[in-house]
């Protein structure tokens, strides 16, 4: 399984970016799609998670700003509005399935003041 991610940028406080993944190979039909951030000098955190069913899980920060989508098994997003400097990090996406997470590249994130 391979994830490709895309979408990343510089943007100025208050903007806005889209993040895109899309996973190919041996895709079940049931898993969870999900977006992580690291920023520099900290731990890996999640930002939100979808599931095929459409469940989702947000982190806190996330909340009301960000809205996580999928097409399918395959492709998930992610539509950060309203981003702040404190959200600059590198944005992996994560499919989790049959019990094994497989991880994308991660795509750079960054957010001026």
């Known amino acids: 399984v391979q994830l490709q991610a895309s979408g990343g940028g510089l943007v100025q406080a208050g903007g806005s970016l889209r993040l895109s993944c899309l996973a190919s190979?041996?895709?079940?039909?049931?898993?969870?799609l999900g977006w992580y951030r690291q920023a520099p000098g900290k731990a890996r955190e999640l930002v939100a998670t979808?599931?095929?069913?459409?469940?989702v899980n947000y982190a806190e920060g996330a909340k009301g700003r960000f809205t996580i989508s999928r097409n399918g098994k395959n492709t998930v997003y992610l539509t950060m509005n309203s981003l702040k400097p404190d959200d600059t990090a590198v944005y992996y996406c994560?499919?989790?399935?049959?019990?094994?997470?497989?991880w994308g590249q991660g795509t750079q994130v960054t957010v001026s003041s």
């Open positions: 994560k499919l989790g399935q049959r019990g094994v997470d497989y």
């Open positions: 190979g041996s895709i079940f039909g049931f898993n969870v």
């Open positions: 979808i599931a095929l069913n459409g469940l």
